[in-house]
Nanobody, 118 residues
Framework: QVQLVESGGGLVQAGGSLRLSCVVH????????LGWYRQTPGKQRELVAT???????NYSDSVKGRFTVSRDDAKNTVYLQMDSLQPEDTAVYYC????????????WGRGTQVTVSS
């Protein structure tokens, strides 16, 4: 059984920084993608940033140059460093693990709230 647990959310002023962490409880192996998505009320969940087990990264255009995704496979942890935060970054941030083997498996954390005040 795989469980993802996020931490690091909170309230920050515009221009500030936060660092999110997500620990994966369970085995992480093979080709996989760890990353972050976010969701605001009434909107679909959207990609923020991901990093594959081969260190390939993918960012949404809205966070490029401000957010940095990284992972520590020895600790089964993925991070999201968020700098120059803006009010439009306010959302619940979810950690995601996508195993790319057959059969594919996908897991979500419960989310952590990030609120950016103007």
């Amino acid at each position: 059984q795989v469980q993802l647990v996020e931490s690091g959310g909170g309230l920050v002023q515009a221009g500030g920084s936060l660092r999110l962490s997500c620990v994966v409880h369970g085995s992480v192996y093979g080709l996989n993608i760890l990353g972050w998505y976010r969701q605001t009320p009434g909107k679909q969940r959207e990609l923020v940033a991901t990093m594959s087990s081969r260190a390939t990264t993918n960012y949404s255009d809205s966070v490029k140059g401000r957010f940095t995704v990284s992972r520590d496979d020895a600790k089964n942890t993925v991070y999201l460093q968020m700098d120059s935060l803006q009010p439009e970054d306010t959302a619940v941030y979810y950690c995601n693990l996508d195993f790319l083997q057959i059969p594919p498996r996908n897991y979500w954390g419960r989310g952590t709230q990030v609120t950016v005040s103007s």
